[in-house]
């Protein structure tokens, strides 16, 4: 029997990869930082069984209409926005994510933001690097304090849920707001729900966790940012496209809000010449939210175990629809 073929978008960590190469032949895109091109995603779709994709990778159905022996679609990823659930569902594919195994180092990374935008961290640096320390001035880069503060987290999965306990370290007030009520996350750490409208007005620091969905789609717009504190951070790490960057600028410009720090954007990568790029009291990172060595290795060998799984006509790990 011939084993198997499974196409990967980008070059990955090969002993991460280890669960897949006993079962299949690997074909893989040969650059790391650079994304494979639609061209070549469909040439290989077109023979492949099983896919191993980015969230830079547009899995739509005029891809899987013509990838017939694809059983299962991995994608790096706890969010699956870029691929076509429905399609794949009627085409009898598999999706799978990388949930769980992200959540504690998305959760660090989303903190880090909110603290580096609160106390001014990168400006700091980057004005200290430019030569410009030349005296000390009681306000100078002074920014806002963290703990004790009320913390709103709008999308109460695994990674809310891990921000609040870092939270509750730094003795803040927890918010969420969440499609669910979340009993038991509320009685062990003391959080409270929230209505969208109230967690905006009384928050301190208002984090998006949300997935990408037609109902969260611009939830962060002119309203939302008229409802805030005009000392409070935006802090995103979920998807751009959550929130109407042109209504953000205008608020982060107009002092409507103290800041931000942004992880993700609507379009990614953003042009060089992204307004949002360009302000002190914005802190913008390139999507780095699982981006630890041992997590991303952690998401590669959960995606090679899913494929293996659903090619050996087994159940997957973690399918989004389990
Ligand atoms: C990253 O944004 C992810 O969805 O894992
Ligand atoms: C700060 O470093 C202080 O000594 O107050």
């Not at 899987?64 to 870029?82: H, I, R, W």
């Not at 984090?207 to 005009?230: G, H, I, S, Y």
Request: net charge negative; charged share 25%.
């Amino acid at each position: 029997m011939t084993k198997p073929y499974v196409y990967i978008t980008r070059k990955l960590d090969e002993t991460s990869l280890t669960p897949l190469k006993e079962v299949a032949h690997i074909g893989m895109w040969p650059h790391e930082d650079e994304p494979c091109p639609r061209e070549e995603l469909e040439i290989q779709a077109a023979k492949a069984d099983g896919l191993l994709t980015m969230l830079s990778d547009q899995v739509d159905e005029a891809l899987l209409s013509n990838a017939p022996n694809v059983k299962v679609v991995a994608n790096l990823a706890v969010g699956y926005d870029n691929i076509d659930v429905q399609a794949a569902k009627e085409q009898g594919i598999i999706v799978c994510h990388t949930p769980d195994v992200l959540t504690e180092s998305t959760a660090d990374l989303a903190f880090a933001l909110l603290m580096a935008s609160a106390r001014r961290i990168v400006e700091a640096s980057d004005w200290m690097k430019k030569g410009k320390w030349t005296g000390w001035g009681p306000f100078l880069l002074a920014g806002a304090d963290i703990h004790h503060k009320t913390l709103g987290i709008v999308g109460m999965g695994s990674i809310g849920t891990a921000l609040a306990k870092r939270a509750k370290g730094f003795d803040m007030k927890v918010l969420y707001h969440n499609r669910s009520r979340k009993p038991e996350v509320e009685k062990q750490l003391g959080v409270s729900y929230a209505s969208f409208e109230d967690l905006l007005s009384e928050s301190d620091f208002i984090v998006c966790l949300t997935p990408l969905t037609p109902e969260t789609k611009l939830m962060f717009n002119e309203k939302a940012f008229d409802q805030m504190k005009r000392s409070a951070y935006f802090i995103n790490v979920s998807r751009g496209q959550t929130v109407d960057e042109d209504a953000l600028y205008e608020a982060v410009t107009t002092g409507k809000i103290a800041g931000a720090g942004l992880d993700v954007f609507s379009q990614e990568p953003v042009s060089p010449t992204h307004p949002l790029t360009k302000l002190n009291n914005v802190t913008v990172l390139p999507h780095i939210g699982s981006a630890s060595v041992e997590t991303r290795k952690a998401m590669m060998h959960l995606c090679a175990e899913n494929i293996a799984l659903v090619l050996h006509g087994k159940q997957a790990k973690t399918p989004i629809h389990p």
